[in-house]
């Protein structure tokens, strides 16, 4: 009895210390996804809540650590880093890979195209984006899981900027690529500088006007103090895409890529319901504070996307890629009623 009571015992012990290290494999088991952005933005914000509740649907077998932009590599470089295992995936703006292909811009924001967050995000799950995406990721060894947006952009002026022909010589801030050749084309004077530098340039009059973010997210940043005319839901839609090594994606079980899959299209809904419902609020302070909030009419909506969509074919030359994006682009926007 008691030799039996001692076996197991130290089959209990065995199967505890079997447990541990079996417990201990799993902890270990980390994706490090790199974000495109700093830690103080909403939108990271935003993505780091996301990683949090994933993680408790996970529930220990794999846990994801979203890490700040260009805390490991650039952000122009994950997908080589994905490639070489210094990080697992991305969470990012697919424009910042345009070196590698001029056709990821257009893939990435189709600027002065879609006018609502749903429009976009229908495209990607239904209109071909998330398949014309993985088609091109194949080539990196890389698995999409999705394309989420955080909203329309709104512009940032210092001067009320109410038809396309009141850009005629205004200084604006614009990442190089479609947003800059489009605003060119309305006659504005275009200039690229990072994100950290606006509001010193709009403050010095460097610039006139900056193309940044959402409106409740450039009042947070505190544009607005120093640029009193926003123009509200104006001109650009990007994707915030969530990219994973195809390696790491395809050692996961089908139940946990479903988990992810899923959850990152929750990721969307999160982003722009937030958005939606502070708006109000963040807008009326800004009133009260001397912000006037503009709204273009459906005609001079028109007018800039009448540009665009010439910005948009010149562009499409590109690449073979960017000629894909600019045929999904607008055949789903023709589906949508938005192009005739």
């Not at 991305?90 to 811009?105: E, M, N, V």
């Not at 995000?121 to 999409?144: M, P, R, S, T």
């Amino acid at each position: 009895m008691l030799k039996r009571h001692t076996l197991v015992s130290k089959v209990a012990v065995l199967g505890m210390a079997l447990g541990a290290l079996s417990s201990n494999a799993l902890a270990e088991d980390v994706w490090k996804i790199q974000s495109h952005l700093p830690t103080g933005h909403i939108v990271y914000q935003a993505e780091e809540a996301w990683v949090n509740n994933v993680n408790e649907m996970l529930g220990g077998r794999l846990r994801l650590e979203l890490l700040p932009g260009g805390s490991v590599v650039a952000a122009s470089e994950t997908i080589d880093a994905m490639g070489y295992g210094i990080i697992d995936g991305d969470i990012t703006s697919p424009a910042y890979f345009a070196g590698l292909d001029k056709g990821f811009a257009m893939l990435a924001d189709l600027v002065g195209g879609y006018t609502d967050w749903t429009q976009a995000f229908a495209w990607c799950e239904f209109g071909g984006g998330k398949e014309l995406f993985q088609e091109v990721y194949d080539n990196y060894d890389i698995h999409f899981v999705g394309c989420s947006n955080a909203g329309i952009e709104s512009l940032i002026a210092k001067k009320p900027i109410r038809t396309v022909a009141d850009f005629q010589g205004v200084k604006v801030r614009a990442p190089s690529g479609l947003a800059s050749e489009i605003f060119s084309d309305m006659g504005a004077a275009p200039l690229n500088m990072g994100m950290a530098d606006i509001y010193s340039a709009l403050e010095k009059g460097v610039i006139d006007a900056a193309d940044a973010s959402s409106y409740v997210m450039n009042s947070a940043a505190g544009y607005h103090e120093v640029a009193k005319y926003p123009i509200v839901d104006f001109h650009s839609l990007p994707v915030l895409s969530m990219s994973v090594s195809k390696k790491k994606w395809d050692a996961q079980p089908k139940d946990i890529q479903q988990i992810i899959t899923t959850a990152y299209r929750d990721l969307t809904v999160q982003i722009n319901l937030s958005d939606m419902v502070s708006r109000g609020e963040v807008m009326e302070k800004d009133k009260a504070e001397g912000v006037e909030p503009i709204y273009w009419s459906a005609e001079e909506q028109n007018k800039m996307r009448e540009i665009a969509k010439g910005v948009w074919l010149e562009a499409s030359k590109e690449s073979d890629l960017a000629h894909k994006a600019y045929e999904s682009h607008v055949n789903f926007m023709k589906r949508l009623g938005l192009l005739e």
